[in-house]
């Protein structure tokens, strides 16, 4: 399979769109990947084989993935002075969707996170991140095989939009100081000031697409976790958004939890049960009666930490994959970070990834390679063939590098 660059792109390569919100996808489509820092080369090399192979699993030579490199991060900082070039956000929005390893962001200094740079700009205003029980994945769960979840994460505002000034700065004083005169706060002269934003548009669109999700896919429930018994105006609005948007939009299709009575989990008549649940207790429910939860709607923050901690309900992040969705362009890659302690030691869970450039192949429509490829790293994961973190808590587990495993999820679809 051919990796190209970009003077080998022919017109043909593109993704182009149907007119109806669909994709129309060629044979041979161009996908930019970013390699990403740390782990990323390493869980990138092991992807790409396993995408390739299933590729070829699935359609012989009537297919193949045409990749080419972006970059951004370390790699780009190095070749371009940039660690994200506007050259790379333009070949996204023109390939229309991206493959991505992590990047580096340091905390509480220097640059900006380039991935929330990178959501932000290109209006990726969706995180979806499935959370799915495999045979064989070590879990702290007595019945891990009852989680099956999709986080759909707000990824554009709420803390993370990046707006704060650092205490003792003339903008945090001007801030302070309006608040205290203007509008009868009492902060504090020394405070660090955070902005926390939510639109009712984002917030309506986020929980949009995790209904239509829902309804496509014949899950029973969507359930908005919040905080909006503190925070009343921000993620309270976010419930009030979304049973304001089923009356409105899903009347036929959604009832609310009130609607079918607490009891019920299972949906009334084929319908999905809207649900809200304040973030603190969540967390408890996910562990005591996962079964309970289906499909998950919630703002940036609540779902970063919730991803993690499902993440490891099923094996841990070297089992976390996700997209970053738009109306325009989709961006894959794993719910993990770099993990820069493993760097170049070709021995982390490319799983993350993999999965990830699953969810790439049924977002192009090439549900056949998405399912060759899930069911190669289900069985090599039943067979016990593990990269360290799932070994080592695994008895009887052969334990494979990162290549290794890749190496082993080509076998199983050669
Ligand atoms: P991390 O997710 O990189 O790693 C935390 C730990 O999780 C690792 O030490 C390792 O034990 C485990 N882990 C992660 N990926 C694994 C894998 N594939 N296989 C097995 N185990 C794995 O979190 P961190 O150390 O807090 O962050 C490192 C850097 O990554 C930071 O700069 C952070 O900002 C960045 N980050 C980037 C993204 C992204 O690119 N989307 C996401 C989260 C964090």
Redesign the pocket.
């Known amino acids: 399979m051919s990796l190209i660059t970009p003077n080998e792109i022919t017109e043909a390569g593109q993704i182009g769109s149907d007119g109806r919100g669909g994709w129309v996808v060629p044979d041979r489509p161009v996908i930019p990947f970013i390699e990403?820092?740390?782990?990323g080369p390493d869980?990138w090399r092991a992807t790409r084989m396993a995408l390739d192979a299933a590729v070829k699993a699935a359609y012989g030579s009537s297919k193949e993935i045409l990749w080419l490199e972006i970059l951004a991060g370390e790699k780009a900082y190095a070749a371009t002075g940039s660690y994200l070039p506007e050259e790379t956000l333009n070949s996204i929005i023109q390939y229309k969707v991206a493959l991505?390893g992590?990047?580096?962001?340091?905390?509480g200094g220097g640059f900006r996170?380039i991935?929330v740079t990178l959501r932000q700009r290109l209006d990726l205003y969706a995180c979806i991140r499935p959370v799915k029980f495999f045979p064989q994945l070590p879990s702290p769960l007595k019945h891990p095989e009852k989680i099956d979840m999709v986080v759909f994460r707000e990824n554009t505002e709420d803390v993370y939009a990046g707006i704060e000034w650092p205490a003792g700065t003339d903008e945090a004083a001007k801030v302070i100081e309006f608040l205290n005169d203007q509008m009868g706060c009492r902060i504090r002269q020394d405070s660090a000031i955070g902005v926390k934003p939510m639109s009712s548009f984002a917030s309506r669109r986020l929980i949009k697409m995790a209904v239509n999700y829902a309804l496509r896919t014949g899950r029973p429930s969507v359930t908005m976790m919040h905080k909006g018994n503190i925070m009343k105006y921000t993620e309270g609005a976010f419930r009030e958004c979304g049973y304001q948007l089923a009356k409105e939009e899903f009347s036929e299709t959604v009832l609310t939890e009130d609607e079918v009575g607490r009891l019920s989990e299972k949906g009334s008549a084929g319908k999905v049960v809207l649900k809200d649940r304040i973030a603190d207790m969540l967390f408890q429910q996910v562990l005591l009666r996962p079964e309970e939860f289906s499909v998950i709607a919630t703002p940036n923050l609540n779902g970063d930490y919730i991803s993690d901690a499902l993440a490891a309900q099923i094996g841990?992040?070297?089992m976390a994959p996700g997209a970053n969705v738009g109306d325009e362009a989709a961006v894959f890659?794993?719910?993990?970070?770099?993990?820069?302690?493993?760097a170049n030691q070709d021995k982390?869970?490319?799983?993350?990834l993999i999965l990830s450039g699953g969810m790439m192949l049924e977002h192009l429509g090439w549900t056949e390679a998405a399912e060759a490829l899930q069911r190669a790293v289900q069985e090599t994961i039943a067979a016990k063939q593990m990269?360290?973190?799932l070994a080592r808590q695994t008895e009887g587990a052969t334990l494979l590098s990162c290549s290794g495993f890749g190496a082993a999820i080509v076998q199983r679809l050669a």
């Open positions: 990403g820092d740390g782990t869980i991505k992590p990047l580096t962001t340091p905390v996170s991935n841990g992040l070297g890659e794993a719910t993990h970070g770099s993990a820069p302690k493993y982390v869970n490319p799983c993350s990269t360290y973190d």
